[in-house]
């Protein structure tokens, strides 16, 4: 259902009684790009028109004052402040909108215009699911894209403080994330490629690459100790589940671990586990493998969000290998 505006009009509001989206996603502007944009509406004024809804406040003296809170365009409220605008054209939402309601807006107005960060992008995604309780499906369906775009943009919250930093700022692509990850439980190893990374200016590919050969030098170490069968079957666990799974054997019995990023993960995990069970008890000369089926990765083709030249031009795959890495979980380019 499209969205309903008061008289299906636009209206002209004071500056001054517009106050930001409290769930705006987007942390940082631009200030050059900020500058360029008021200098643009200084000359031909605000085009696309911002879109609010009507606040009422009471005010000191009993009586009711109206405001506005803005829903989207915030760059273009900001530069009209700073090209001495004092009104701007606005749509007016019918309704009250919630908080969620107001995340929502916020996140796919950026995402549409490509003007989130991937760190600010994987924290809207979070809000959403711990806030107000969205599935990863349904942060997809919301934003238009692919469960598996959601999960993946959510494990770089598991990077470093740092490492985090780096990617908002644009001095590593979004691509050099996945091997940084590979690298999740050997922090040593992990804090040492991703300074390589700043200082020698590695391509995602020669990122991959390091990443691929610690992570095999390890596995290698550990055929020496388990037999080809237990190697055979923790990798056929790791593709069906989609995430790390490390089988570790000992002399009565041994462990085994599967790697999950937060309950929703683990819902999607326990899932296929189930099927898996059923299909084998329900066939039990059928092999295991094929019983899961795998994601089917939609929209977005090509699209990154590198935040500058000097971080997009180390991305040095192709826009299939891009689109690929967004919308699926490879666990054998991922981890070893």
């Known amino acids: 259902m499209p969205p309903q505006f008061y008289n299906n009009a636009i209206f002209w509001v004071e500056v001054d009684k517009i106050r930001p989206n409290p769930f705006q996603p987007r942390k940082e502007f631009d200030q050059a790009k900020l500058d360029d944009l008021s200098r643009s509406i200084r000359q031909y004024g605000v085009i696309q028109p911002l879109t609010v809804s009507r606040v009422e406040v009471q005010r000191q003296d009993g009586g009711i004052a109206t405001e506005y809170e803005l829903i989207a365009g915030e760059r273009r409220l900001r530069a009209s402040k700073l090209a001495g605008l004092r009104e701007v054209p606005v749509l007016i939402?019918?309704?009250?909108?919630?908080?969620?309601?107001?995340?929502?807006?916020?996140?796919?107005?950026?995402?549409?215009?490509?003007?989130?960060?991937?760190?600010?992008?994987?924290?809207?995604?979070?809000?959403?699911?711990?806030?107000?309780?969205?599935?990863?499906?349904?942060?997809?369906?919301?934003?238009?894209?692919?469960?598996?775009?959601?999960?993946?943009?959510?494990?770089?919250?598991?990077?470093?403080?740092?490492?985090?930093?780096?990617?908002?700022?644009?001095k590593i692509a979004e691509g050099h994330t996945r091997p940084l990850l590979m690298l999740a439980d050997r922090p040593q190893e992990q804090e040492t490629l991703f300074r390589e990374v700043l200082l020698k200016r590695l391509t995602v590919r020669d990122t991959e690459a390091i990443a691929r050969r610690i992570a095999t030098d390890r596995v290698r170490k550990k055929e020496y100790l388990y037999s080809p069968e237990i190697l055979s079957m923790e990798k056929e666990l790791t593709e069906a589940l989609g995430t790390r799974v490390a089988i570790e054997t000992k002399e009565n019995g041994g462990k085994l671990a599967i790697d999950f990023v937060n309950e929703d993960d683990l819902r999607v995990i326990f899932s296929h586990l189930a099927a898996r069970i059923k299909a084998t008890a329900e066939s039990p000369d059928q092999k295991s493998s094929g019983l899961l089926s795998e994601p089917d990765p939609k929209s977005s083709a090509g699209q990154t969000f590198a935040q500058d030249d000097s971080a997009s031009a180390l991305d040095d795959r192709s826009k299939e290998e891009i689109t690929k890495d967004e919308n699926t979980f490879d666990p054998n380019s991922f981890s070893l």
Do not use: W
Request: hydrophobic share 35%; glycine share 6%; net charge negative.
């Open 93 to 170: 939402r019918a309704g009250q909108d919630d908080d969620k309601t107001k995340l929502e807006l916020a996140i796919i107005e950026n995402l549409q215009r490509e003007d989130l960060n991937p760190i600010d992008r994987a924290k809207a995604f979070d809000q959403l699911c711990k806030q107000f309780g969205f599935k990863h499906i349904e942060v997809a369906q919301k934003v238009g894209k692919s469960r598996e775009y959601v999960s993946n943009t959510l494990r770089l919250l598991a990077l470093p403080e740092t490492m985090q930093q780096a990617l908002s700022d644009g």
